[in-house]
Each structure stands twice: as C-alpha cells, then as structure tokens.
C-alpha cells in the first residue's frame, strides 16, 4: 500500500513553527541539537545562534540610544544659543545695533566661517560692514532667491553658484555649504562654512526658523 501523505516543505513548517512558538519548549533537546548555518563561521546550535542575534539587537540599541543622546544634547545647545541670541536681540536699543548683534552671534556662537545679511532698505546707524549688503527688492540681482522668499523657508546645503555670488561675492569659492534664512519682506541672513558637510539638505531647520522669527520680530519692534 502507497503512502499517501504529502510531505511537509520547508515553508509549511516554517508557518507551522510560527504559529506556534512555544513549540521547542516541550522539546528542549530538540533546540539543543538544531544547528543553525551562517554566511561567516561555523555553524552555531540554535541557543547560541539566538544568544548571538540577541547580542547583536543589544548592541544596534546601544548604538541608537548613544546617537539619540548625542542629538538630544546638540538639539539642547542649539536651543539655549537660540534663546540667548533672541534676548540678545531684543535687548539692542535701536535697529542698526540689531543686525549687528546678529552678525556678531552667528559668527561667534552658531560657529559661521561668513556671515552675510542683506536688506532690501538701508537702516540708519549701520554704517559699512563686509557682511552687510542693501538691496533693493526688485533689484535683479535677487532673482536667484525668488522662490526662497516667496516661501520664507530655511535652506540648508550648496547653494546655486548664482546665490554663492550675489552672497559672499569675491569669497564664494570659501563657502563650501550654507544656512540659508529668507526673511520675506526684510531681506536675507547667509552663514557660510567650508565644510561641505556643515550645513546639508534635510536637516532640521526649527532652529533656523525661530532664529531668523527672532531677527524679524526685534527689527519690526524698533521699527515702531
């Protein structure tokens, strides 16, 4: 008499072992004598292939765990820099002491090879500076920066080389990425790096945003 049963395939008892996970747990000699193949290595029985995968989950959260610490603590140096660049701005007594307290804080505490501010009107007091420029907003020259402030949203990483040299004019080759603020109305805020790896596209821009908010507000205070 033939057997007629159809024999399991390596699937079907992979889904039957999935269905029930306890399964060695009756059968512990069974998961002693199972041996599991690796890619490197020999082969390992199943309690020290699980220990093994077990050690390498544990070390990948480790490693998550550092990295989310170190981004915690750089997302908490950047907010108290925010935070004293808006009271530093707040506390200027006239508009010209503004822009200049913002050029000196993105040099000195937001670590800015260049920093660049352009305004579309000149500001009484301010006098010449190598990181100032006045442009008008219709001038040509802004063309390049349209769509940025139409939309008043931070960029961050190469810039175009027409931006580079309406920005840093003669040191556009210096300038390997960029922070780039619109501020819609105002003008524009640039803070230069040579590290091409300085300022990238897709990183957080909240900070950005609430700094050049903070900008914004302080001159639209003196300006009353």
Request: proline share 5%.
């Amino acid at each position: 008499m033939s057997d007629t049963r159809e024999a399991l395939g390596a699937h079907e008892v992979a889904a039957w072992l999935r269905r029930h996970p306890k399964f060695l747990q009756q059968f512990p000699d069974l998961a002693i004598t199972l041996v599991v193949p690796r890619d490197e290595g020999p082969a390992a029985s199943l309690a020290s292939y699980q220990l093994e995968v077990l050690r390498d989950k544990n070390r990948e959260l480790t490693r998550r765990l550092h990295e989310l610490f170190g981004n915690a603590q750089e997302n908490e140096r950047l907010a108290v820099r925010t935070h004293q660049l808006t009271l530093a701005l707040m506390r200027q007594p006239s508009r010209a002491d503004v822009v200049r307290a913002m050029a000196a804080t993105l040099a000195e505490d937001f670590n800015g090879d260049l920093v660049r501010i352009v305004l579309f009107e000149a500001i009484d007091g301010l006098g010449d500076a190598d990181w100032l420029q006045v442009v008008d907003a219709g001038d040509a020259r802004l063309a390049p920066f349209a769509d940025c402030l139409a939309e008043g949203a931070p960029l961050c990483g190469r810039l175009q080389p027409a931006k580079h040299d309406v920005l840093y004019g003669d040191r556009a080759q210096d300038v390997q990425s960029t922070a780039l603020l619109p501020l819609p109305g105002l003008g524009l805020v640039a803070v230069g790096s040579g590290d091409a790896n300085r300022f990238f596209p897709g990183m957080g821009t909240l900070f950005l945003r609430m700094i050049g908010e903070a900008f914004a507000a302080a001159l639209a205070r003196d300006a009353r």
